[in-house]
């Protein structure tokens, strides 16, 4: 005799797979949802790092093309004329601080001769004060 609960138990293993496979099924939805919200945040990433290197890409051809106007050898070529001027700067100022170094040391030596004959002379005034007022109380 065959058992009249076979079919309804049969649905139901059925039934339990299916529950089965739609669980599993969503679980992987929601772990499609999960990779498709850490890709979108990724795509969003790249495309802020994307702006900047094309912003960076920008900026270095404006400097290749004023790099490329300019020339090479006028660069080097300023570049030296600035270094002469330099160098022919540095000698002029070298030449003036000796020229204000000479001047001031010959003014403190005529300003030490002025004191020097300055001291001497008041040196005298007094001894010639002093022996008048000696010879006048002996």
């Given at each position: ?9 049969q ?46 890409a ?81």
């Amino acid at each position: 005799m065959s058992d009249p609960a076979a079919p309804f138990n049969q649905i139901e293993q059925q039934a339990a797979d299916l529950v089965e496979k739609l669980t599993a099924l969503r679980r992987e939805t929601e772990s499609y949802v999960g990779a498709r919200a850490a890709l979108d945040t990724a795509v969003a990433g790249i495309s802020g790092v994307m702006e900047q290197l094309a912003a960076a890409a920008s900026g270095l051809t404006t400097v290749s093309v004023t790099l490329r106007e300019i020339g090479t050898p006028q660069i080097l070529q300023t570049q030296d004329q600035l270094r002469i001027h330099l160098a022919e700067s540095v000698e002029e100022f070298r030449s003036q601080v000796d020229g204000l170094q000479t001047g001031l040391v010959t003014r403190l030596d005529q300003t030490e001769d002025v004191v020097r004959s300055e001291v001497r002379s008041r040196i005298s005034e007094l001894e010639g004060g002093l022996s008048t007022k000696i010879e006048a109380t002996d």
